[in-house]
């Protein structure tokens, strides 16, 4: 089937929930107990599990597009380093020197060809390897071959750099992102404009990435924002491994009706609405006037996420107006997602911590959470042998 067929599809799919009152369910109700979300063991299981085992999108190929270009920042404990070499390659590394373990690059994006440690001031190029040891001959005999930045294995695919944690050789980043891949890739999204990013704290990690997977909450916890763009609970998922995409009905989605069926593929983001989740923190939106990318990064316990919210528009912004409307949508956006989902969220994690209810319930409506929360299941536990299905 090809791309405009399926999105056809997805259209009927959504306007006969629309027309019936009916949305996209789970055969039954999930419970996942409370201490999922409030356990330091359970947590830790799932940085190592999952976090520091899987594929994470850690950058945009358009926050750092110049050979040069870096980006340092820090994920579940372990400080990494993104560099852009001369030949425009991808790399990552641990960002910790390898005399005596200090961070070598400050978090944040810049554009260096070489790395200079604070400490001593070994140095190191943008390709890993050490090419300086401050006072050798007083040092001592080092072979600095054996020094350079411990690498991380990484691939940019689709606009999107991912690096994985683990200490595995071979890790094949194509098929971790399954049938999403193409999904991400028709945007073009290394082709985009970079218009900024916010940074938001919120509860635990499953917590603020369960408010991407539904729309159940959006009358309630959105009246005067999301709600008046996009129906509340009509959903319909898709799942490509463990990643999934989301539609939704906007208001709008009547004016469908003014084209053939074979047209309706082309309602994507004015009628049908998607979200598209990179398993396990990454949620994108395309829509709604510039493109929003949320990077959930779990906290140092069970209890926090620092979000990055990433903003971007198809195309550069040809005048202040232009600016001015980006930097609108994206303060909008901002305050949405921390006023009414990530507050919220941090009020859940009380309502959790206070062990009043032993679990959470996910009804049949919620079905993208009830799979998510599977495969976070599948991961960490390893009497699951297979993989959950939508
Ligand atoms: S710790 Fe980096 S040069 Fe000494
Ligand atoms: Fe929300």
């Not at 090809?2 to 019936?20: G, L, T």
């Not at 994985?164 to 891949?181: C, I, P, Q, R, T």
Request: glycine share 8%; with cysteine.
């Amino acid at each position: 089937m090809d791309r405009k067929e399926e999105y056809n599809k997805i259209a009927e799919k959504i306007v006969s929930h629309v027309e019936n009152g009916t949305t996209d369910q789970a055969p039954e109700i999930l419970k996942v107990p409370t201490s999922d979300y409030t356990s330091h063991e359970r947590w830790s299981s799932e940085m190592k599990d999952i976090f520091q085992n899987l594929p994470l999108m850690l950058a945009l190929s358009i926050e750092m597009p110049n050979p040069g270009d870096y980006k340092a920042m820090e994920v579940t404990g372990i400080p990494v380093l993104i560099t852009r070499d001369k030949s425009n390659k991808v790399n990552a590394f641990r960002n910790v020197c390898t005399h005596r373990g200090a961070i070598v690059a400050q978090e944040g994006i810049g554009n260096r060809s070489r790395f200079s440690c604070p400490y001593h001031g070994w140095t190191y190029s943008n390709s890993g390897d050490l090419i300086g040891v401050t006072d050798k001959p007083k040092f001592g005999d080092i072979d600095n071959k054996c020094f350079g930045l411990e690498k991380l294995q990484c691939k940019e695919l689709a606009g999107l750099i991912f690096v994985s944690l683990s200490k595995e050789d071979n890790v094949d980043f194509e098929n971790f992102l399954d049938g999403m891949l193409p999904e991400m890739e028709y945007f073009n999204l290394e082709n985009w404009y970079y218009h900024g990013f916010k940074v938001i704290d919120g509860a635990n990690w499953k917590i603020a990435f369960d408010g991407y997977l539904e729309g159940y909450h959006f009358t309630t916890a959105h009246k005067d924002t999301i709600a008046t763009m996009t129906m509340n609970d009509i959903m319909d998922f898709t799942s490509f491994g463990p990643h999934l995409r989301i539609a939704f009905a906007s208001t709008n989605i009547a004016e469908i009706h003014d084209l053939p069926k074979d047209e309706w593929w082309k309602k994507e983001g004015c009628g049908v609405d998607f979200v598209r989740t990179l398993f396990p923190n990454i949620a994108v939106s395309l829509g709604l006037g510039i493109g929003q990318i949320a990077q959930i990064l779990p906290g140092k316990n069970p209890y926090t996420n620092t979000t990055i919210l990433h903003y971007l528009a198809p195309q550069k912004p040809k005048n202040q107006k232009e600016v001015d409307e980006l930097d609108y949508n994206m303060n909008f956006l901002r305050d949405v997602v921390n006023n009414e989902d990530y507050l919220l969220g941090i009020e859940i994690q009380k309502g959790l911590n206070s062990n009043s209810n032993n679990s959470v319930l996910f009804g049949r409506n919620e079905r993208g959470n009830q799979f998510f929360h599977k495969y976070v299941d599948y991961y960490v536990d390893d009497s699951i042998k297979k993989p959950p299905k939508l």
